[in-house]
T-cell receptor, first 112, second 114 residues
Framework: DQQVKQNSPSLSVQEGRISILNCDYTNSMFDYFLWYKKYPAEGPTFLISISSIKDKNEDGRFTVFLNKSAKHLSLHIVPSQPGDSAVYFCAASVNTGNQFYFGTGTSLTVIP | KAGVTQTPRYLIKTRGQQVTLSCSPISGHRSVSWYQQTPGQGLQFLFEYFSETQRNKGNFPGRFSGRQFSNSRSEMNVSTLELGDSALYLC?????????????FGNGTRLTVT
C-alpha cells in the first residue's frame, strides 16, 4: 500500500517559470518530510526537508509547503533552471528513525 | 569527505543464485539503511542498521537480509534470486537514527536477474 503518492509522473516547465511538484500522503502519523532529486545513474540527493510543526520551509530557490489537514506536500522551484531537470521524490517518516516512505517520483523537465 | 560508496555498481545474476552487495557509509555515520528502487514502485525500505543491530525492517521476504560491521560498513544479501529482484539497490547513511536526520544515498548497485 503506497502511503506516499506523487500522482504526476512528469512535468514540463519553461525556464524561469515556477515548478510545482505535489505529494500526498495517507498516514497522519508522518512527522518529517523530505524532497530528493535524482539524476540518471546517480543516487538521490537531498534537497529540502520540513517538520510537521512547520508549514513552510525555504532554501534558496526551493520552498516546501506542508498542509497537514489535507495531508499534502508541495515543492516550489523558482525560477526553474534547465539543470533542475531530474526526477523528484518526496519522502515521509514517522518517529522511527530512518525508515522513509517514498513516492514514485515526478520527472521534471525544464525547457530552455 | 567521501560520500556513501556502494560496490559493485552493476551485477548480473541468474535466477536461484545469491548475491551480496556492499556499502561504506560516510565517515562518522553510524546508521545505514537499504532501499530497493523498481520502475513504478519508487524507493521501498528494506532495513536499517545502527551499531550492528537491525532497527527496522521493511516488508520484504526473508530472502533479503543484511548486516552491519563494527566499522559501520554494511552488506545486504539476497538468496534464491528471482526475476522480480532486478532493481537498483540504494544504500543510505546518516549520523544516527534520531528524528530529523537527512539520509545520504550512494549511487546504487544495479542488479539484473536473468
Amino acid at each position: 500500500d503506497q502511503q506516499v503518492k506523487q500522482n504526476s509522473p512528469s512535468l514540463s516547465v519553461q525556464e524561469g517559470r515556477i515548478s510545482i511538484l505535489n505529494c500526498d500522503y495517507t498516514n497522519s502519523m508522518f512527522d518529517y518530510f523530505l524532497w530528493y532529486k535524482k539524476y540518471p545513474a546517480e543516487g538521490p540527493t537531498f534537497l529540502i526537508s520540513i517538520s510537521s510543526i512547520k508549514d513552510k520551509n525555504e532554501d534558496g530557490r526551493f520552498t516546501v509547503f506542508l498542509n497537514k489537514s489535507a495531508k499534502h506536500l508541495s515543492l516550489h522551484i523558482v525560477p526553474s533552471q534547465p539543470g533542475d531537470s531530474a526526477v523528484y521524490f518526496c519522502a515521509a517518516s514517522v518517529n522511527t528513525g530512518n525508515q522513509f516512505y517514498f513516492g514514485t517520483g515526478t520527472s521534471l523537465t525544464v525547457i530552455p | 569527505k567521501a560520500g556513501v560508496t556502494q560496490t559493485p555498481r552493476y551485477l548480473i545474476k541468474t535466477r536461484g543464485q545469491q548475491v551480496t552487495l556492499s556499502c561504506s557509509p560516510i565517515s562518522g555515520h553510524r546508521s545505514v539503511s537499504w532501499y530497493q528502487q523498481t520502475p513504478g514502485q519508487g524507493l521501498q525500505f528494506l532495513f536499517e542498521y545502527f551499531s550492528e543491530t537491525q532497527r527496522n525492517k521493511g516488508n520484504f521476504p526473508g530472502r533479503f537480509s543484511g548486516r552491519q560491521f563494527s566499522n559501520s560498513r554494511s552488506e545486504m544479501n539476497v538468496s534464491t534470486l528471482e526475476l522480480g529482484d532486478s532493481a537498483l539497490y540504494l544504500c543510505a547513511s546518516s549520523l544516527d537514527y534520531s528524528v530529523g536526520q537527512r539520509i545520504h544515498f550512494g549511487n546504487g548497485t544495479r542488479l539484473t536477474v536473468t
